[in-house]
Nanobody, 124 residues
Framework: QVQLVESGGGLVQAGGSLRLSCAAS????????MGWFRQAPGKEREFVTA????????YYADSVKGRFTISRVNAKNTVYLQMNSLNSEDTAVYYC?????????????????WGQGTQVTVSS
């Protein structure tokens, strides 16, 4: 079973940047599509971005397109989320998730394992 641990969250001013990391244990990481989701207080969890096993295919939510970048280094069993031009609407708990398949998805039920989440707070 794969375990995911997110890190890199914190408090940042509007307009600033953060980079989240998600470290995975287990041998299936390199063949797994990965995604980032977020959940703001009082709101449902929503899709942010996803990446295929090779990194060749990426998906982004319209709200983050052009500001966020997902990447992965399979040799380090790690996926990253670079977040730029942050605003207050980006405040949420960010979750890393993985699939036991190579193709990314925007759908929460398609993901097989999840991290515990990391808090990102953007102050205005």
């Amino acid at each position: 079973q794969v375990q995911l641990v997110e890190s890199g969250g914190g408090l940042v001013q509007a307009g600033g940047s953060l980079r989240l990391s998600c470290a995975a244990s287990g041998r299936t990481f390199s063949s797994s599509a990965m995604g980032w989701f977020r959940q703001a207080p009082g709101k449902e969890r929503e899709f942010v971005t996803a990446i295929s096993w090779s990194g060749g295919t990426t998906y982004y939510a319209d709200s983050v397109k052009g500001r966020f970048t997902i990447s992965r280094v399979n040799a380090k069993n790690t996926v990253y989320l670079q977040m730029n031009s942050l605003n207050s609407e980006d405040t949420a708990v960010y979750y890393c998730a993985g699939r036991y398949t190579m193709d990314p998805s925007r759908s929460i039920p398609d993901y097989d394992y999840w991290g515990q989440g990391t808090q990102v707070t953007v102050s205005s």
